[in-house]
């Protein structure tokens, strides 16, 4: 069935080091792989993310990389900083087609990240 | 742009009563609407799928007589918890895509507490 797994469930940095959260999913067919930061109490923000004919995408601090044959999606925050503290989800989306009602995103446990000062 | 509003932010009820949450996209127009339940610490369920003019469609084990979902127009969905018990109590979140995009955009939620 549809699944993704996110790994590791909590993560704690020092500040100004990387922080690396890694995800899989089952649906070889899955083209379109966001990433979703949520503070707590607060709606879940879209950081960054990534469509299947690409395998790296960059935004300042932020990167995604997907390994779409061993179905591996990756996010890298370098120089972190305490205001990077959050849950941070992966998702994959499933279904035929782009933007059909036939397709949905399933999300990843989550990684909750602490960044210590 | 791209903002998506819900309410109530939170409601509390009595078991039994019935509680319904509304979800508007305020500057675009969500073709599709998606219904989420979140427990504390834990990742979003999908609950159901929202597509404006058409019968939604529910995820495996939501009872779809419990959670009513309408997408009367292209800025509105609700989520109705019918009969409510202890047990719906959760944060609902709601989200909205535009026709043809891939990218979700969520609603700050409504916490539902049922006594």
């Known amino acids: 069935g549809e699944n993704v797994e996110q790994h590791p469930s909590t993560l704690s940095v020092q500040e100004g080091d990387s922080a690396v959260i890694k995800c899989t999913y089952s649906d070889s067919a899955s083209n379109y792989f966001p990433w979703y930061k949520q503070e707590l109490g607060k709606r879940p923000q879209l950081i960054i993310d990534i469509r299947s004919n690409v395998g790296e995408k960059k935004d300042q601090r932020i990167a995604v990389t997907l390994n779409k044959t061993a179905k591996h999606f990756s996010l890298h925050i370098t120089e972190t900083q305490p205001e990077d503290s959050a849950v941070y989800f992966c998702a994959a989306k499933w279904g035929r087609g782009s933007g059909t009602s036939y397709d949905k995103v399933i999300f990843g446990p989550g990684t909750s990240l602490s960044v210590i000062p | 742009g791209a903002v998506v509003s819900q309410h109530p932010s939170w409601v509390i009820c009595k078991s039994g009563t019935s509680v319904k949450i509304e979800c508007r996209s305020l500057d675009f127009q969500a073709t599709t609407m998606f219904w989420y339940r979140q427990f504390p610490k834990q990742s979003l369920m999908l609950m159901a799928t929202?597509?404006?003019?058409?019968?939604?469609?529910?995820e495996q084990g939501v009872e779809k007589d419990k959670f009513l979902i309408n997408h009367a127009s292209l800025t509105l969905s609700t989520l109705t918890v019918t009969s409510a018990h202890p047990e719906d109590s959760s944060f609902y979140i709601c989200?909205?895509?535009?026709?043809?995009?891939?990218?979700?955009?969520f609603g700050p939620g409504t916490r539902l507490t049922v006594l």
């Open positions: 929202s597509n404006e003019g058409s019968k939604a469609t529910y």
């Open positions: 989200s909205a895509r535009r026709s043809g995009g891939d990218t979700q955009y």
